[in-house]
């Protein structure tokens, strides 16, 4: 019987799933394990965590997952801001939410009709 080494695609795709069952602990879990495992976390991997965040009402958590993306040289999308921007909307944080409205345009990242209808 063969192992199979998880590696980046396997860890999203457990952080989108727990975005489905609103389990943000587990998604930060998750978001760990590949930091000790040196699997790469990539924009994918952060806009999961941050929706997961989203989808639990846990605005300040998805606020720690894009902080973790800035610092790590993430490329910054348009994805990645939309959840950050709607992590935002679900917590009541319209001036957390134009905080990042003015990140996008300092970034030159293109908002789109998500952006603008979270």
């Known amino acids: 019987r063969s192992e199979v080494e998880p590696d980046n695609i396997t860890f999203n795709s457990t952080i989108s799933t727990c975005e489905k069952g609103c389990q943000w602990e587990k998604a930060f879990q998750r978001f760990s394990v590949m930091a000790d495992e040196k699997v790469e976390r990539d924009t994918i991997t952060h806009s999961a965590a941050i929706s997961t965040c989203e989808k639990s009402s846990q605005w300040d958590k998805a606020f720690q997952f894009f902080s973790s993306a800035v610092r790590g040289e993430m490329q910054r ?42």
Do not use: H, P, R, Y
């Open 77 to 118: 999308n348009t994805i990645i801001f939309n959840a950050a921007v709607s992590a935002c909307e679900k917590g009541a944080e319209w001036e957390k939410a134009l905080q990042f409205l003015g990140m996008m345009l300092q970034n030159m990242v293109e908002s789109d009709t998500i952006t603008f209808n979270a």
